[in-house]
Every structure is written in structure tokens, then in C-alpha cells.
């Protein structure tokens, strides 16, 4: 094992990202909820930090942002039952899962995988490691929020979950080897817009006992 979880983002071989985990976010776009979790990737150069800015390719004009809870794996872990699978979380994360919304759908009428309207350079701004006695979303909802330039986007509770974090883990490591350091996205709730260069985001996590995150990155 090498690295510690507080520096998750440069031990990190896998982003797996949930969607359409929330029925709200599923409305918004007309969408059908999955009887299964969906399930797709971000590759670890998704990842930026602050103080840098989320890029947007020259040639894309319909960025979305999404604000997710990320769940951080401390093993290797494989089909790890529901009660095991509190032990294989090593701690939290806000992230966002930015999005090219018109390429995603051109996508999936052509039934093409989403990598590129996902997994581009910088979408995945993402926040430092949260401990898990800091919040836990396995026993008490955590309030997960975006503003774009002050106004509210997003203001979502992770008890409104579809497939819940333990329910994730048992379906992904099902699967696909989870590794220390992998990340998991576990879907955004509603509020999805767009965003243009020139925009500041803010997101935040509020949880238990008056616990609060935030984070905020320009877009350029
Ligand atoms: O792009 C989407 O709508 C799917 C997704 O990532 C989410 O629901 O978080
Ligand atoms: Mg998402």
C-alpha cells in the first residue's frame, strides 16, 4: 500500500462514477431510472484541485456541473458483501462530475460510450479527504449544494440516494476490483446547468454536528 488517503487524488487508479442515482436529477433530464446502478469512469487526469480552473475545450459550449458526495476506498477490496462494506470506506470527498450535456446525449442516441463528454481534463474538480468522523452518510444525509456566481443550483440530501453507498459498493466490487485511494461518485441530485468561461462555482457539504465544506473554482 503507498500513499496515505489524505492524498487520495495522487493514489487514485480509478474514478468510478454513478448516474442517475437520485429520481429528482432523473426528471430534470427526462431520463428513465436505471433497475441497476449505471455505472461509467473518469480517468485520475480528470482530477483538478483548487486553486486552478475547470477548462472548457475550445470547440464545447454546453458544460453541466453535477455536485457529488465521493466515496474514498482504503483496500482491495473485491465482492464485498453489505456488511463489510462500511470497512472498505477510508473516508469522503466533494466532487463534481462536469459534463458536456449535448455531447452526452448525441452519445447515447449513437449508443457510444461517455468517457470524452466526462472524463476530459479537469472534469473532476474535487475537494480535500473528509474523515469519516467528520460526516457519515451511511447514518445521517448529508446536504451537498453548488452555486454558479452566488445563485443556488444545486441543494441535495444523499438520503435521496437510490442505491445507497453500501449498496454501490456490494454492486461495483462485484465486478471491478476497488484499490486503495479509488474513488467513487455516487451521482448527483437535482440542479444540473450550464456553465460558461468566466463562471465561479461554489460547492459545499454540510453535514452532522455543524460540519461544513466548500470549495470554489473559476471556469475558464
Ligand atoms: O450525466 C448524468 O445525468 C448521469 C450522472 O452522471 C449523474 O446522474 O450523476
Ligand atoms: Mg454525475
Known amino acids: 500500500m503507498t ?10 487508479t480509478k474514478i468510478i462514477c454513478v448516474g442517475r442515482n437520485y429520481s429528482e436529477h432523473i426528471n430534470e433530464l427526462g431520463d428513465v431510472a436505471p433497475t441497476t446502478p ?3 469512469m473518469k480517468p485520475p487526469s480528470a482530477f483538478v484541485i483548487e486553486p486552478n480552473d475547470i477548462k472548457i475545450p475550445s470547440d464545447w459550449d454546453e458544460l453541466h456541473h453535477e455536485v457529488e458526495l465521493g466515496v474514498i476506498i482504503n483496500k482491495k477490496c473485491q465482492n464485498v458483501s453489505k456488511e463489510q462494506a462500511e470497512e472498505n470506506i477510508g473516508g469522503y470527498c466533494l466532487a463534481l462530475d462536469m459534463t458536456e450535456r ?3 446525449y448525441d452519445f447515447i442516441k449513437q449508443g457510444y460510450p461517455w468517457l470524452l463528454c466526462k472524463g476530459f481534463d479537469t472534469s473532476c474538480p474535487c475537494g480535500n479527504f473528509i ?3 467528520q460526516i457519515n452518510p451511511l447514518s445521517s444525509s448529508v446536504n451537498l449544494w453548488l452555486r454558479v456566481n452566488g ?3 444545486h441543494d441535495g440530501h444523499t438520503r435521496d440516494m ?6 454501490l459498493i456490494v454492486y461495483i466490487s462485484k465486478y471491478i476490483t476497488l484499490e486503495h485511494g479509488d474513488l467513487i461518485l455516487t451521482g448527483t441530485p437535482a440542479g444540473v446547468g450550464p456553465v460558461k468561461r468566466g463562471d ?12 461544513k465544506y466548500a470549495m470554489k473554482f473559476n471556469v475558464s
Open 102 to 104: 449535448k455531447i452526452q
Open 3 to 12: 500513499g496515505t488517503l489524505e492524498n487520495f487524488r495522487s493514489i487514485c
Open 131 to 133: 474523515d469519516k468522523n
Open 200 to 211: 465561479q462555482i461554489e460547492a459545499g457539504i454540510n453535514g452532522e454536528n455543524n460540519f
Open 151 to 153: 445563485q443556488m443550483r
Open 162 to 167: 437510490i442505491f445507497a453507498i453500501p449498496d
Open 38 to 40: 449505471l455505472i461509467f
